[in-house]
């Protein structure tokens, strides 16, 4: 009789390659416009199901990521990358080169994903946390995800091919909850490229579910998130050329402005941090650093209600693993935000005494490739609070990613990621206190400072 592990992988190499076709994008709704909805064209197929990859086989090409969402992302872009790899061999028409770049409409771009929490146990049961609610880490994971695949909707032709460019996150502007998302109602993710420029993308993302309370679609927005990606040729590691947007409706020249705005802003922040003449704010670090040396050269006499910046720090490591690749068989860029986000998560929770509740990702930044490998160190602290509303007080948290080499002693940093959570009211109603974090180094103060700035410009824009 044959060995167990011989007769099952016999089985699953026999199993028939899954070559789904990619589904037809959706135009902006007209109800977001102030008008009636208008239906999808008749062609268009039913928003992808997230729960669709659990239970059915699925063609295992290089770099998946195991997670329902990514699954069934990774089914939807398979088509492009078997015609990719075969042109050759099948006498088909090779991909496009950059110089025939073609302007595409958001609509084109546009995908859905559907979670069916609602009748689906098992996915149910994947996106639930220890209190009854959605794991909001997967969910950003899964915002990733869905994002690269709108980005390759975009520079992909006619026929499903495309050039052979890497497309990586570059940056997650800012990714705000709007209303408490529940685990066990039906919920719909959808997104398109909203704004191009030579070789980077903007994808506006909105997490829509509907309630008894929600009757109005406007009102079913749970999350917005704005991820931008850039795109490199995958021979020389330069930036590449991708198609220009061609927005068609008043949405989405709406949305095009608003994200235009949003690069120039990039632009200005970038040109100030590196003037070397930068002035420093001497008083504003001064007052910051004024109760940490207290805290430091007279402890007795310290605030009890704050607390130093490094009493609130964890962190946590990991050698990187192929299971966590994509498909340029790189460190999957929504892994790393889960991770990080479930750190920032437990590192709340430690400092408050009770479960947070997500508010938004302010911002992350991804500075350099994570490959297979890698030996990552993930350092996490409360940067400060944010008192003035008794009733929400804000924990700002940042996230420092560390790719170290041993062998060549080195390391460097490869993601920032900033998070805000508050408490729920009925912690606060029965005596809760969130103490005040303040800085004990010059180090601290500023990025403290950095980070209030940022801020309040996001909010000013």
């Not at 690749?325 to 790189?330: A, C, E, K």
């Not at 508010?359 to 409360?382: A, I, Q, S, T």
């Amino acid at each position: 009789m044959a060995p167990l592990h011989r007769t099952l992988s016999n089985r699953l190499l026999r199993l028939p390659p899954f070559r789904p076709s990619w589904p037809h994008a959706a135009r902006f709704s007209a109800a977001a416009d102030g008008g009636a909805p208008v239906p999808p064209p008749s062609e268009s197929s039913p928003p992808i199901d997230a729960g669709s990859s659990i239970r059915k086989p699925i063609s295992l090409w290089p770099g998946m990521y195991f997670s329902p969402v990514t699954n069934a992302l990774w089914e939807a872009r398979s088509k492009m990358f078997e015609e990719v790899g075969g042109a050759g061999a099948s006498g088909k028409a090779a991909p496009p080169p950059a110089s025939e770049l073609v302007p595409r409409s958001p609509a084109r771009s546009r995908t859905s994903i559907f979670y069916k929490f609602s009748s689906d146990y098992v996915l149910r049961e994947q996106y639930r946390n220890p209190w009854n609610k959605i794991r909001m880490g997967k969910l950003v994971e899964d915002l990733d995800a869905l994002a690269g695949t709108i980005c390759y909707k975009h520079c992909s032709s006619d026929d499903g091919t495309t050039r052979p460019l890497l497309l990586v996150t570059a940056s997650v502007d800012r990714m705000v909850l709007k209303r408490p998302i529940h685990i066990d109602t039906d919920l719909q993710i959808e997104g398109a490229v909203t704004w191009v420029g030579r070789s980077s993308m903007e994808i506006q993302l909105e997490v829509t579910q509907s309630t008894e309370e929600t009757q109005d679609s406007s009102d079913s927005v749970a999350l917005t998130a704005n991820f931008t990606f850039v795109a490199r040729d995958s021979r020389t590691g330069k930036s590449a050329p991708v198609n220009p947007i061609s927005p068609e409706t008043e949405r989405e020249r709406l949305l095009w402005e608003e994200a235009e705005n949003r690069n120039k802003m990039r632009k200005k922040k970038r040109e100030e941090s590196n003037k070397d003449g930068k002035v420093e704010d001497s008083s504003r670090l001064q007052a910051l650093l004024a109760e940490g040396r207290v805290f430091c050269d007279m402890p007795a006499l310290a605030d009890r209600d704050s607390i130093l910046i490094r009493d609130t720090c964890f962190e946590n490591s990991l050698i990187c693993q192929p299971q966590q690749r994509n498909i340029h068989g790189r460190i999957f860029g929504g892994f790393l935000m889960r991770r990080a986000f479930e750190l920032a998560f437990s590192s709340t929770y430690a400092f408050a005494g009770v479960a947070p509740r997500f508010v938004e990702v302010d911002h992350v930044d991804f500075l350099r490739p994570v490959d297979v490998g890698n030996f990552l160190r993930l350092k996490c602290c409360v940067l400060y609070t944010e008192l003035d509303n008794p009733d929400e007080p804000l924990i700002n948290v940042e996230v420092v990613a560390h790719v170290m080499r041993p062998e060549l002693r080195s390391s460097e940093v490869s993601n920032k990621f900033y998070f805000t959570f508050t408490v729920r009211p009925e912690a606060l109603n029965d005596g809760l206190r969130i103490r005040k974090v303040v800085p004990s180094t010059e180090e601290e103060a500023r990025r403290v400072l950095e980070r209030m700035d940022a801020e309040s410009c996001q909010t000013s824009s």
